[in-house]
Structures are given as C-alpha cells and as structure tokens.
Nanobody
Framework: QVRLVESGGGLVQAGGSLRLSCKAS????????LGWFRQAPGKEREFVSA????????LYGDSVKGRFTISRDSAENTVYLEMISLEPEDTAMYFC??????????????????WGQGTQVTVSS
C-alpha cells in the first residue's frame, strides 16, 4: 500500500508556471513508475506524464510535451511536475498514481493505483 499526497496547485495567469509535488508514504521500488493525470469537469482523466522511479525514463502526453517536466527526488520519495507556459486548457484537478508493473511506463489510467486526493490547477486567460 502506498499513500500519495499531491500539492502545489493554485491559480495562475496564462503563461505562468507552477510546480506540483507528489509525495509517497514509503520507499518506492526502482522499476515502479509514478504518473500524473489530470481531470477537468465533465472530462475523462487524461494522462500528463510518468517517470520510472529510478529516473531512467519519462513519458509525456502530447498536449504538455515541451512545457511540462517530470522529475523525482528519491531521498524525499517525491515526484515533481514542473509546468511552464500554462494555458487555460491546463485547468484541471491533477492526480498522481503508482504503476507497480516493473519497468513499464503507461499512459493508461487503469495501470495506476493508490491515487492521491488531487491538487487543483486553475489557469486564467
């Protein structure tokens, strides 16, 4: 069992930046991965980014590629999502989840579990 806590969301103007954090309650296996997803009202949960816990690989959704950067601090059991050039379309609740399938980076929501409570990002135009 892993408990995840997201933080760092807020209200920002278009073009601004935010850094989200996802802290895990325990040490993660090196080949697990942690993913960020987002969900806007009335929409499906959308893949944003994922990172293998050992830092050897990352994956990004097409809509955020080049603007968002995922990283992790293994000593702090924390994954970060650095977001720049934010757009109103980035407005959503952002969630993180754990994928325990060794070595796999997935865009599928069903591959992840132990979701946190989410952190709200609102980008004004």
């Amino acid at each position: 069992q892993v408990r995840l806590v997201e933080s760092g969301g807020g209200l920002v103007q278009a073009g601004g930046s935010l850094r989200l954090s996802c802290k895990a309650s325990r040490v993660m296996q090196s080949l697990w991965s942690l993913g960020w997803f987002r969900q806007a009202p009335g929409k499906e949960r959308e893949f944003v980014s994922a990172i293998r816990w050992n830092g050897s690989a990352t994956l990004y959704g097409d809509s955020v590629k080049g603007r968002f950067t995922i990283s992790r601090d293994s000593a702090e059991n924390t994954v970060y999502l650095e977001m720049i050039s934010l757009e109103p379309e980035d407005t959503a609740m952002y969630f993180c989840g754990v994928n325990r399938e060794p070595g796999v980076l997935s865009r599928r929501r069903a591959a992840y579990e132990f979701w946190g409570q989410g952190t709200q990002v609102t980008v004004s135009s």
